[in-house]
């Protein structure tokens, strides 16, 4: 069974840049396994951020970004802002079906 | 608006069933892909499964965990979504959401809790 795994949590301070990563145990994530994140809020349904990558949604804000870094997908949050603080999920495609990765959860401190 | 309203949750005992529904507005239902997903209370998501939309023959996949328990269908004429959840475990006890995948996935639901107790 396929395992994305994510930083388990990870601190930044307002205003810097912080970049999540979301690795596959079969090996490197490439455009093909169509990477998406999401953002979730204490109480809050999830919400989409990017899609296929580095696409955003018409409302994710311009300081987040999609991306592949070596063999992982990531999200980069420049700029941050205090309600950026909050759990990120990437959802990663594997022939047909899709597999969350555990989570990060991001501190703004 | 585009929106997805999630219902049916509840308490269901052991080795029980239920069915959720999802129900859609807002958007040509019937040319989108449904995903499930659930998440047990302070655990992180997991994808349930999808069906896929009428030009895509309705194909269905799910999550390797489930054992073949859960169903997922649709009727288009309704707009609605369905997960049939048969043979519950008290590891099924989350919130379960679903959520559009037309081109792409966006929009979820505020979920449905669903609570697998004697």
């Known amino acids: 069974q396929t395992v994305v795994t994510q930083e388990p949590s990870l601190t930044v301070s307002p205003g810097g840049t912080v970049t999540l990563t979301c690795a596959s145990s079969?090996?490197?994530?490439?455009?093909?396994?169509?990477p998406n994140w999401f953002q979730q809020k204490p109480g809050q349904a999830p919400r989409a951020l990017i899609y296929s990558t580095s696409n955003k949604h018409s409302w994710t804000p311009a300081r987040f970004s999609g991306s592949l870094l070596g063999d992982k997908a990531a999200l980069t949050l420049s700029g941050v802002q205090p309600e950026d603080e909050a759990e990120y999920y990437c959802l990663v495609y594997h022939g047909d079906t899709w597999v969350f990765g555990g989570g990060t959860k991001l501190t703004v401190l | 608006e585009v929106q997805l309203v999630e219902s049916g949750g509840g308490l269901v005992q052991p080795g029980g069933s239920l069915k959720l529904s999802c129900a859609a507005s807002?958007?040509?239902?019937?040319?989108?892909?449904i995903h499930w997903v659930r998440q047990a209370s302070g655990k992180g998501l997991e994808w349930v499964g999808h069906i896929r939309d009428k030009a895509n023959n309705y194909a269905t996949a799910y999550g390797a965990s489930l054992e073949g328990r859960f169903t997922i269908s649709r009727d288009d004429s309704k707009n609605t979504a369905y997960l049939q959840m048969n043979s519950l475990k008290t590891e099924d006890t989350a919130v379960y959401y679903c959520i559009r995948h037309s081109e792409v996935i966006d929009i979820w639901g505020q979920g449905t809790m669903v609570t697998v107790s004697s």
């Open positions: 079969t090996g490197a994530v490439t455009t093909d396994y169509y």
């Open positions: 807002g958007f040509t239902f019937s040319g989108s892909g």
